[in-house]
């Protein structure tokens, strides 16, 4: 339901907080029973991150100026940022000691990237003017897409909760005019950046995008008077993210120096790259689309990264909300022209049909792109 903008009260606030909780516990149950014991997806990556996290509690702790210098791969320098360094949860690493301890903590981490996806897609719906109940829809599809399921073992890939989390509260500063809740969505912003580069990245070029476009229509409409409160708020926030960048991305460039081959080639983004058909691919786990799907997904390598079914009533229902009367027509383009770019540029590029895919050109043209898959 859309119409006249009911701001999200205390009450809602907190009851929908407790929902994402139980949710998210019930969606990956029974995790919760075993939490120390049990790890999510597989032995692979999740064990890495375990300790990922851990170590970044005894960084912070004993040696704070040299974070990326851990004690993987020793006597190599600048080993953290050999991945995704999830510094964004290293505070979580201060808490216990021990290999039960550090999966505790991970799958903590896990069942919290799932609420916090549900929770920050709820409010960044509500701020775009839409009812609870549809905001609970956004929140379930955005959290517990199927696709979602196949990357379960990637700790930095399902934490992306502080993305709509950071447009949300970053809207509402500017709606409401207030400074620091636009830095404080700036903030949130900086902590998903935290966490890795394989989200912070777009998401770096996404605000840069939305800058781009603000600054053009406050030129098209004769330069209006800003407010200034907001202009600080805009510039200490968009500091305060490029000045994180710059200090987190430096082990990272000196790595790329270091090993040229870290780089993604072409030939093996091509083999993670696929057709329109990968948006009919659902993870084997799952219980409705698993067995459905199982004739597309048996005939493809690299699965995890080919799987990108959404589920077909969010689809439906995202098709009738571009229908519907109930909002602004240029929110329905908008938001109908986001879902194309993002999709088309979700399947990659394939190097032998020859087309001029619009990831390629990403990949070619904007800087550090090939250093992510």
Do not use: C
């Not at 990956?28 to 991150?49: A, I, R, S």
């Not at 960084?59 to 210098?69: E, G, K, S, V, Y």
């Not at 505790?104 to 109940?133: K, Q």
């Not at 993870?283 to 589920?311: C, H, M, Q, S, Y």
């Amino acid at each position: 339901m859309a119409g006249t903008r009911l701001e999200v009260s205390a009450r809602e606030l907190l009851l929908v907080a407790l929902g994402a909780i139980v949710a998210s516990v019930v969606m990956n149950w029974p995790l919760v029973l075993n939490l120390g014991e049990d790890v999510p997806k597989d032995l692979g990556d999740p064990l890495v991150q375990a300790w990922q996290v851990g170590w970044g509690g005894h960084a912070l702790t004993h040696q704070p100026l040299d974070f990326f210098q851990s004690n993987q791969f020793w006597p190599l320098a600048d080993t953290l940022a050999f991945s995704d360094a999830l510094i964004g949860y290293a505070p979580a690493g201060l808490i216990g000691s021990g290999s039960e301890a550090a999966i505790a903590r991970y799958d903590v981490l896990f069942l919290f990237a799932y609420a916090l996806a549900f929770l920050g897609a709820y409010l960044l719906a509500r701020e775009l003017g839409v009812g609870p109940p549809g905001a609970f829809v956004a929140g379930a599809a955005f959290a517990f897409a199927p696709f979602r399921l196949e990357q379960d073992g990637h700790m930095h890939v399902i934490s992306s909760g502080g993305i709509p989390l950071a447009f949300a509260i970053g809207l509402r500063g500017y709606r409401l005019r207030r400074p620091w809740v636009v830095v404080a969505g700036f903030a949130v912003a900086t902590w998903q950046l935290l966490i890795g580069f394989s989200l912070g990245l777009p998401l770096a070029y996404l605000l840069g995008a939305l800058a781009l476009f603000a600054a053009i229509v406050w030129l098209r409409r004769g330069r209006p008077a800003l407010d200034r409160r907001l202009v600080i708020a805009t510039a200490v926030g968009a500091a305060l993210f490029i000045a994180t960048a710059a200090v987190i991305s430096r082990p990272y460039m000196r790595v790329a120096d270091e090993y040229p081959e870290a780089t993604r080639g072409p030939a093996e983004v091509d083999t993670y790259s696929g057709g329109p058909q990968l948006f009919l691919v659902a993870p084997d786990e799952n219980l409705v689309w698993g067995k459905a799907t199982e004739a597309i997904r048996d005939g493809l390598a690299n699965v995890p990264e080919k799987t990108l079914f959404p589920g077909l009533l969010i689809v439906a229902l995202a098709i009738a909300g571009m229908w519907s009367s109930s909002y602004p027509r240029w929110l329905r383009i908008a938001l109908g022209a986001g879902v194309v770019i993002v999709s088309v540029l979700a399947l990659g590029f394939q190097q032998r049909d020859g087309l001029l895919w619009p990831y390629r050109v990403i990949y070619e043209v904007l800087p550090w792109w090939q250093g992510i898959r």
